[in-house]
């Protein structure tokens, strides 16, 4: 019944294995950026989101209210971290992470270029379509400029890895929804996030082993749909697993809202990635109407069959703080439970916290 | 006739209630926790087995419940204070609709359908402002014991306003406002004023919906109940023993168990 969680190199044996088989490593903050174009130059990216380091002197480079992923990964930096990389790239995903790349590049002297990304927010019009896809093509140019030029086919090849990823993601948040998924959500999360940092040749056996280990019957106690920026910390999931609770569904920033997109028939490469980022599910880094963001989670819940929905919020995210109040007044309109729990990365479960989690479910049961 | 017993172990205290088939109560008892959550769960149930004239061997299903409850061995299950305490408190007021649980550490509202199921409910994070240990810690500055502070408060003329529930800050705020000779009972309102405002903060959250019982320690304070009362425009039920309201609770959910 339950399977032995498999087998998932460490993000610092992995990093050496890559340079040593000859792939260029870049340090990726969150969240949204094009991965294929990436492996496609035979990058491997290794994504920054909550490095488990205690703070150190990342706190006086920012201001107080400024979320613990971009200081964690600031904290990562500055003992060095990018020191084995060959270059970082920052997203344009919110205010805080741009702040971060501008001190990335223009003050801390980094023994490693900074590369920069920026992807078109909402309300989306054929200029943003134009613009997006102007990204991409600027990227692989930079990319090329750096680390050499792409091999022939290999974007072809990259957009291809990036659609089987998405399909057997796909797959398992599939099941999952419908029950027929029996791992806890401690591994199930383990797995998945493992291709923040695995390149796909190596993340796509293990999401197909993870399916065929997995099927099977659910956890029959309350279904619940987390939402919020990654799952973090991991105890809450080992808490509802432990509670007998099914994790119904997602809508977190470094998972289902980056990972579940319908693959595009395109047959050039960029005008697929640039589809494929305009199918993706609704997130307040890319500027998505509430609205929206609220179907979006009724969908799910519908889907999943969840009663409840629990944000977990990262002080002090500020897209996802602007949405959380008005999201769960909807949903609890829609009669579905919300909570909100605010967490600190990496700090485990307070006791408080964790009486609120178990009360919840029993609310729902 | 199999009986039920229901354990609280709570941040202060640990309180234990035991009921027979029909959910009379037939002993109860309030023990401090101290250091050893395990002990003060045991002596609170075997005081009030005695009180029932019953013995372990008697009960055929126990809960716990309470931040200790899961270090309660006797216990069979462990279900939390907040569906505790609101089946606890629509069982001596059956028309509850809104709990509000002041405990030591915790403050929670909880909102209940006409069965005493939770529906919704809120409840504090980490730090302890607002709560019954923010009481004590300023009952011993101002040299007050807990049965004290209701009393002056009521007869207090006046009141001086305190501007942090914050535990740390606010003690310092009341050493400064003893060094200027404030009377020590509008002190005294300041502070019931302060955790009032903040718990109704959390209750208008919910929406208050009534009738509304408080349970937990801090509900024994009349300065805070008729604060809140005040406060929320509304009359508030209070049980005549509100520290056990969990424990009760816990002892209904054991027979709903069991049966
Ligand atoms: N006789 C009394 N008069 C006034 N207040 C009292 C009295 N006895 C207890 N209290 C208050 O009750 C508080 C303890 O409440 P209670 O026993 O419900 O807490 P608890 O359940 O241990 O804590 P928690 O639920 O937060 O873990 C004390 O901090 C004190 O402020
Ligand atoms: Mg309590």
Redesign the pocket.
């Known amino acids: 019944m339950t399977a032995q969680p498999l087998a998932i190199p460490s993000r610092s044996h992995y990093l050496t294995a890559q340079k040593e088989r000859g792939r260029k490593v870049l340090g990726v903050f969150p969240a949204q950026y094009p991965r294929e174009i990436l492996w496609a130059h035979d990058i491997a990216p290794m994504e920054i989101w909550d490095p488990p380091l205690e703070p150190g002197s990342a706190p006086a480079h920012l201001q107080p209210y400024i979320c613990a992923v971009v200081r964690q990964g600031l904290e990562l930096v500055l003992r060095g971290g990018a020191a084995r990389l060959d270059g970082l790239l920052v997203p344009h995903t919110c205010d805080s992470l741009q702040n971060l790349a501008s001190l990335l590049n223009d003050y801390l002297e980094l023994p490693v270029p900074v590369l920069f990304f920026y992807h078109p927010k909402e309300p989306f019009r054929d200029s943003a379509r134009a613009y997006y896809r102007r990204q991409l093509t600027i990227l692989d140019q930079k990319l090329a400029a750096r680390f050499g030029p792409r091999r022939e086919g290999a974007l072809e090849q990259a957009v291809a890895w990036g659609q089987r990823v998405a399909e057997l993601a796909g797959r398992t948040y599939d099941l999952r929804a419908r029950g027929q998924l029996s791992a806890p959500a401690l591994e199930f999360y383990r797995v998945l996030r493992a291709g923040e940092f695995l390149h796909p040749e190596d993340h796509i056996p293990l999401l197909e082993e993870f399916l065929a280990v997995h099927q099977g019957p659910a956890p029959a106690g309350p279904v619940v749909l987390l939402s919020g920026v990654l799952p973090n910390p991991k105890e809450l999931l080992s808490l509802l697993d432990q509670q007998g609770a099914r994790v119904g569904h997602d809508d977190f920033l470094g998972l289902s809202r980056r990972l579940l997109f319908p693959a595009s028939q395109a047959a050039d490469p960029f005008d697929a990635l640039c589809e494929q980022y305009f199918a993706l599910p609704p997130c307040s880094t890319r500027g998505s109407a509430l609205s929206q963001r609220l179907d979006w989670l009724k969908g799910l819940a519908q889907a999943s069959g969840a009663r409840g929905v629990i944000f977990y919020v990262v002080k002090f995210c500020e897209p996802e703080l602007f949405d959380v109040p008005p999201l769960m007044a909807g949903l609890k309109e829609q009669g579905l439970a919300t909570m909100s729990l605010e967490v600190e990365l990496n700090q485990g479960v307070s006791g408080q916290i964790a009486t609120r989690v178990e009360a919840f479910l029993e609310m729902l049961s | 006739m199999p009986f039920y017993a229901g354990i609280?172990v709570?941040?202060?205290?640990?309180?234990a209630v035991i009921i027979d088939q029909e959910g009379r109560m037939l002993g109860s008892a309030?023990t401090e926790?101290g250091a050893h959550s395990t002990q003060a769960a045991e002596k609170a149930l075997d005081l009030a087995l005695a009180q029932a004239g019953l013995s372990r061997g008697d009960l055929a299903f126990s809960v716990a419940t309470?931040?200790g409850r899961v270090s309660v061995p006797m216990a069979q299950k462990t279900i939390t204070?907040i569906s505790c305490h609101g089946l606890g408190a629509h069982a001596i007021f059956p028309n509850t609709r809104t709990v509000i649980?002041?405990?030591?550490?915790?403050s929670k509202a909880i909102s209940l359908d006409e069965r005493g199921k939770v529906v919704d409910f809120v409840m504090n994070d980490k730090c302890a402002a607002g709560?019954?240990?923010f009481?004590?810690v300023m009952a011993g500055k101002l040299g007050l014991t807990?049965?004290d502070?209701?009393r002056l408060s009521l007869a207090a003329a006046g009141e001086v306003s305190i501007s942090s529930v914050c535990t740390v800050f606010a003690e310092s705020e009341v050493v400064s406002l003893v060094a200027r000779n404030h009377p020590r009972e509008q002190i005294v309102r300041g502070l019931h004023r302060a955790i009032v405002n903040r718990v109704a903060a959390m209750v208008g959250g919910l929406g208050v919906k009534e009738a509304v019982t408080m349970s937990?320690?801090?509900a024994?304070?009349a300065g805070v109940v008729a604060l809140m009362a005040e406060r929320l425009g509304i009359n508030i039920q209070v049980p005549p023993e509100p520290?056990i309201v969990?424990a009760l609770g816990a002892a209904l959910l054991a027979r709903r168990q069991a049966g």
Request: glycine share 26%; net charge negative.
């Open positions: 609280d709570g941040s202060l205290s640990s309180d309030i926790t309470g931040y204070e649980d002041i405990g030591g550490q915790d709560t019954g240990r009481l004590e807990l049965d502070l209701g937990g320690g801090v024994k304070n520290q969990g």
